[in-house]
């Protein structure tokens, strides 16, 4: 399973919104940070789908349609197995503010444009998840299997992350 996300602006939220011990989410409110942050790259991987020019960033959109549905299934099974709501907080509600911004604005540009944005997005926003597991999620997570599901779908992460950056190194060459 891989996961990944989308959006500079919700990267940035991610990242600073829930380091503070005081603010330490709950098992329930990661949850919803997580089926968020993978619908936001799912939308995001549709919207570059169908407007990318490049193959390679093309490919990339589709895995990352096909990686975070797998996860939300994964996740949305383990909250259904533990009898556990999803529990909207600032950080998902952030998530999915930043997801809806960066949309509008991939909706405005075409082309090589299109391309350069969206994979500069993708390479700020999984650095910023990484981060955020690291920090936040995983040492938060209370429940056992929660927290073996990030630790499990955090390589991935950087995966995804190496990945972006191995296009968006081929995209500055060709421009």
Do not use: C, W
């Not at 955090?154 to 995804?160: K, L």
């Amino acid at each position: 399973m891989k996961i990944a996300s989308i959006a500079l602006a919700s990267a940035m939220l991610v990242s600073t919104g829930v380091v503070l011990a005081e603010d330490a989410p709950n098992d329930a409110q990661i949850a919803s940070i997580v089926v968020t942050a993978n619908q936001v790259d799912i939308d995001a991987g549709k919207l570059a789908k169908s407007k990318a020019s490049a193959k390679d960033v093309k490919a990339f959109a589709q895995q990352m349609i096909t990686d975070h549905t797998g996860v939300n299934k994964s996740a949305s099974d383990l909250v259904k197995k533990l009898k556990v709501t999803p529990e909207d907080n600032p950080t998902s509600a952030s998530l999915k503010s930043g997801g809806e911004q960066n949309l509008k604005k991939l909706k405005g540009v075409k082309g090589a444009e299109f391309d350069s944005a969206y994979i500069d997005n993708e390479v700020a926003y999984h650095q910023a998840v990484i981060d955020a597991m690291d920090k936040t999620l995983i040492p938060n997570a209370k429940n056992e299997e929660l927290k073996a599901l990030l630790v499990k779908v955090r390589p991935a992460f950087v995966a995804h992350l190496e990945h972006a950056k191995e296009i968006q190194g081929s995209l500055g060459k060709k421009m």
